[in-house]
């Protein structure tokens, strides 16, 4: 016997509960994500089920290929989606590129970089970590120093780390990862849709990202985009399952990727023209990211990124009008996720609770240092509205006040309704 304990594990409150009708009150998320996911993606997402390869669907895999180019205005060909949570993304991504011993430089600026660098241990890599404070980001020459002193095979970062709520500025990073040899992986999951991620134009070799932020749908499907190099890397590595194998097949050079799920080698061969079977398709899934790509594009790139400006300033100018303060740089905030310093006095959970139990409004904790110092307060994606934003200042004016927090009442709302929208 192993003598260890697995952790508690607490029965169903009601027994009964699971046979009656699902009927969750409606929640406005507010938090650093997931939100709530745009009507138009469930409603695709309940489209009729196919097989993987029936022709049809096979016309909207490519037909998300091509919308995810647009969105992150690249003419990569493999912009593709995987299935699976963002995490999953950035770990096929690492798996399938990482082979025992490669150098890899993780820029961390909060939780999310450290994730980068645990998955990339766990890939094999030797990985160094050039840290930033928590609240700040990195400047070029910092990065430059790092490259130059360990020369890795690659460098990781995320474009906003939700939770520290900063962005890095991605524009001259690729350029200098390629002087020196080095290539770059950036995790977008957070920030893209948010925020401009010009993939050719900012030289990022490989980015991975999820759709319950900015892209306005549920959290299970990740789309990701490699430049041809990048993906040349990771073809080398290709080792067909047997039950795949036909006459003439030789593997690729490169090691066999440790793990069947995550070898990316395998996805491309199915969403290539070889159309080899891997994973049986999360077909639900694909229609939401077809479809939330499609309301994106729709809406035009330069649009959403204003709205999202907009929504941005609205919260902080809410917040500070509360007399509370903003956390971080906020030259380098993201403009989906604002940290609120928690005031003194107060109780972040119970104002937490209050909001959820008594306006139906989440909005998020925060990790590690941060946790009980900040909320985190999102307006993104379909919740990056005037009307989210100002049902969610409002309500926290009063749970505020309540807890007799000092302030001018009803100025944090004002404040953020003089930025909304055409209002003089
Ligand atoms: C920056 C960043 N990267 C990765 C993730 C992980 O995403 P997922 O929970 O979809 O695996 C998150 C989730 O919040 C995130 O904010």
Not at 163 to 178: K, V
Not at 181 to 209: E, F, M
Not at 285 to 304: K, P, S, T, V
Request: proline share 5%; aromatic share 8%; net charge neutral.
């Amino acid at each position: 016997m192993i003598s260890i304990s697995l952790p508690k594990l607490s029965p169903l409150a009601n027994p009964n509960s699971a046979f009656e009708d699902l009927n969750p009150k409606p929640r406005l998320l507010m938090g650093p994500g997931p939100i709530n996911a745009d009507p138009r993606v469930l409603k695709a997402m309940t489209s009729t089920l196919l097989g993987q390869f029936d022709p049809q669907f096979r016309g909207f895999m490519r037909e998300t290929m091509a919308l995810y180019r647009q969105f992150f205005e690249t003419n990569n060909d493999w912009t593709l989606v995987l299935d699976g949570t963002a995490r999953s993304a950035i770990e096929m991504v690492m798996m399938s590129a990482i082979e025992q011993g490669d150098k890899v430089l993780v820029l961390s600026f909060g939780r999310f970089g450290q994730l980068l660098d645990e998955i990339a241990k766990r890939s094999g890599a030797n990985v160094r970590v050039l840290e930033a404070p928590w609240g700040t980001v990195f400047d070029l020459a910092q990065i430059e120093q790092a490259i130059k002193s360990f020369s890795p095979k690659l460098v990781a970062v995320c474009q906003g780390d939700t939770s520290t709520t900063m962005l890095q500025p991605l524009a001259g990073l690729g350029e200098l990862c390629h002087q020196y040899g080095a290539l770059l992986q950036v995790d977008a999951t957070a920030s893209c849709g948010g925020t401009p991620l010009p993939v050719d134009a900012w030289a990022i070799d490989a980015v991975t990202a999820g759709l319950q932020k900015c892209l306005a749908g549920p959290s299970g499907i990740a789309p990701i985009t490699l430049n041809n190099h990048f993906a040349k890397i990771i073809y080398s590595r290709r080792h067909l399952e047997e039950g795949l194998q036909t006459a003439g097949y030789t593997a690729g050079t490169g090691s066999r990727i440790a793990s069947n799920y995550m070898d990316l080698a395998m996805v491309i061969d199915y969403w290539s023209d070889n159309a080899l079977n891997h994973h049986t398709e999360a077909t639900t899934m694909l229609y939401g990211a077809r479809e939330c790509a499609r309301i994106f594009i729709q809406e035009g790139l330069a649009n959403a990124y204003a709205r999202h400006a907009q929504a941005s300033r609205a919260v902080v100018a809410g917040v500070q009008g509360m007399n509370l303060k903003v956390y971080g740089d906020l030259n380098n905030k993201m403009p989906n996720v604002t940290g609120v310093y928690i005031p003194d006095g107060v109780n972040g959970d119970k104002v937490r609770g209050a909001l959820l139990n008594d306006f139906n409004i989440e909005i998020g904790t925060s990790f590690g240092q941060l946790n009980g110092k900040i909320w985190r307060i999102g307006a993104m994606g379909y919740n990056a509205r005037p009307d989210c934003v100002l049902h969610t200042l409002a309500a926290l004016e009063i749970v505020l006040a309540a807890e007799g927090h000092k302030f001018t009442r009803g100025a944090g709302v004002d404040a953020a309704y003089q930025l909304i929208g055409d209002r003089p």
